[in-house]
């Protein structure tokens, strides 16, 4: 009996989903775009897709942009511990160590009723050095935000689509002095 009701809530919730794709779109070093296409409902709330899914494609991104200050700093860090950098992408010099960039984690939601919503995320970069200690030394803490808001149409319901955007907020080196 228990197989039965637990393929039977199974198969209601496949039902029950929605269909969505996700589009992905570039917009400059620092900007990211994603459309994502839902069923018309009237239960939709953007806040369900503030939900950081795009985040590490977007930190890859700036990392292989080379005018994108991210790559720039991984740039400064692996200069400033081992004196040469390696190519635009990759986070490891050879024989001296690697640029350390951590999970990121969420650090603020809001929501504007059933439209709009957005969250912050916040991680760190620094160094970690080559050789049998490993150590981590952090020096930078990075902010992105993400903003979805659902699209309408002229009569205000929901037209099928949220449009989701991805900003590098800043990035600040945090002193070692600082209590």
Known sequence: MHKIFLTLLILTSLGVQSKESRIYKKLNSSEAQ??????????????IY????????????MLMDKNSI???LKSSIQNENCGKISPVGQLAVDGCGHVTIT?????????GGWMSAGGSY??????TNDGTGRFFDVSHM???????EAQTKSDGT??????????????KRIDENTP
């Open 158 to 171: 929901y037209s099928g689509v949220i449009l989701k955007s991805l900003t590098l907020v800043k990035i």
């Open 34 to 47: 994603v459309t994502i296409k839902t069923d018309e409902k009237e239960s939709i709330q953007a806040a």
């Open 70 to 72: 991210l790559s720039k």
């Open 50 to 61: 503030t939900d950081g899914i795009e985040n590490n494609q977007f930190i890859n991104d």
């Open 142 to 148: 990075v902010s992105i935000s993400e903003s979805a």
């Open 103 to 111: 999970k990121e984690v969420r650090t603020s939601f809001g929501r």
């Open 122 to 127: 916040t991680f760190f970069v620094g160094f």
